[in-house]
Nanobody, 124 residues
Framework: QVQLVESGGGLVQAGGSLRLSCAAS????????MGWFRQAPGKEREFVTA????????DYADSVKGRFTSSRDNNKNTVFLQMNSLKPEDTAVYYC?????????????????WGQGTQVTVSS
């Protein structure tokens, strides 16, 4: 069992930045691939990024490439999502999730545990 708690969301103007954090507990953090997903009102949940256990491999959705960066600190059991050049269409609830195995899946159903989410709102 893994518990995940996201933080760092908020309201920001377009062009601004936010840094999300996801703190994990309950298991060996370094075993897991970490993913970020988001869900906007009335839309399906979508993949944002995934990061390997070591942090050396990452994958990003095309919509966030060049603007978002994921990283992790295995000593602190925390994964981060640095979001720059934010756009109104980035407005969503952002969730972190974990999965066992090495594949950086973009599919939500491949992930085993989820956080409660943190709201990000980007005003125009």
């Amino acid at each position: 069992q893994v518990q995940l708690v996201e933080s760092g969301g908020g309201l920001v103007q377009a062009g601004g930045s936010l840094r999300l954090s996801c703190a994990a507990s309950g298991s060996t953090f370094s075993w897991y691939v970490m993913g970020w997903f988001r869900q906007a009102p009335g839309k399906e949940r979508e993949f944002v990024t995934a990061i390997s256990q070591s942090g050396r491999k990452t994958d990003y959705a095309d919509s966030v490439k060049g603007r978002f960066t994921s990283s992790r600190d295995n000593n602190k059991n925390t994964v981060f999502l640095q979001m720059n050049s934010l756009k109104p269409e980035d407005t969503a609830v952002y969730y972190c999730a974990v999965r066992q195995g090495n594949f950086l899946s973009t599919r939500g159903y491949d992930y085993d545990y989820w956080g409660q989410g943190t709201q990000v709102t980007v005003s125009s």
